[in-house]
């Protein structure tokens, strides 16, 4: 079709011309609707490709730089000022006590309180790859997602093999519906299999887009892995039951919100298992797939 060989900009100016004079207004609205939100879409999803593909050719650039022959080792680091500084403060002790809050608020899901904890970590350590990753994961939550693909694509570029940040690429990719690139994003980095707390996530993040695609038996199999991975992750017992009611299975849906309430009821994610139990015993269902839980 010759559609397909527009660039999105040429889509752009067919679309825009034809809302300054729309030869149907009343019949062609919807359609133009589906349009405009499809191009959209595209161009979210190329955006964020592309900057995940930059981080790749970053890759490529460092694979080349070791080819003998290549480029000369890098200058030395300056001197030691007097007193040992250097001219920029990296006081990684103290900033690892900050990663250690900041983590911790993210388990519980105080983003805000993690992303202040993150910030301060990285003022004492600049381009900290932990800190800037989980400062991203802290913004994401809060849907802040530009802020923290910002600071994922960073990171990125420094080490194309982090396997935080690749994940957390793909849940933005997933919370913009672009399941595909979210897809392809979690599975690298399964692949990477290193950093234990992004395989739990990469599990995780996965039950989360076979739900939204409504493949509830995928869905329960990343669920489940999530848990024997990590066993306190509350937040997949109440997307596993989720996951069992919608495909039938109601008697194991509310056996596993028990579960998630019994493995913390004080965790804001057990007491939403809590919630939601009691509501489906009174005769109500969980959030629809697709709906803000």
């Not at 010759?2 to 004079?21: C, G, Q, S």
């Not at 970590?121 to 994961?137: C, M």
Request: hydrophobic share 45%.
């Amino acid at each position: 079709m010759a559609e397909d060989r527009l660039t999105l900009r040429d889509r752009f100016a067919v679309l825009e011309a034809r809302l300054v004079a729309p030869a149907d207004p009343t019949g062609d609205r919807d359609a133009l609707k589906a349009e405009i939100v499809a191009l959209y879409k595209e161009i979210d999803a190329e955006l964020v490709g592309l900057g995940v593909l930059k981080a790749d050719v970053k890759r490529l650039v460092e694979r080349w730089k070791a080819l003998p022959g290549g480029a000369p080792a890098p200058a030395p680091a300056p001197a030691p000022r007097a007193g040992g500084a250097t001219g920029v403060v990296n006081d990684h002790l103290n900033a690892s006590s900050f990663i250690e809050k900041g983590w911790s608020r993210i388990s519980a899901g105080d983003y805000e309180g993690a992303e202040r904890m993150l910030n301060r970590a990285l003022e004492l350590s600049p381009d900290d790859a932990e800190s800037e990753s989980l400062l991203g994961w802290a913004q994401m939550h809060q849907e802040k997602y530009d802020d923290a693909l910002l600071h994922f694509q960073r990171v990125l570029l420094r080490e194309p093999s982090n396997a935080l940040a690749r994940i957390n690429v793909g849940y933005i990719c997933l919370k913009k519906r672009i399941f595909g690139e979210a897809i392809e994003h979690l599975s690298r980095a399964l692949r990477m299999d290193g950093d234990r707390k992004a395989m739990l996530y990469a599990h995780f993040y996965l039950g989360l887009v076979y739900l939204e695609r409504e493949m509830y038996d995928d869905a329960e199999l990343f669920f489940r892995k999530a848990l024997e991975l990590g066993p306190n992750l509350i937040e997949a017992y109440y997307e596993l039951g989720r996951a069992l009611w919608f495909s039938g299975a109601r008697a194991r849906a509310l056996a596993a919100w028990r579960d998630g309430r019994a493995a913390n009821k004080f965790n804001p994610w057990g007491k939403r298992c809590a919630e939601l139990l009691a509501t489906v015993e009174a005769g109500g269902a969980p959030p629809a797939v697709g709906a803000v839980a």
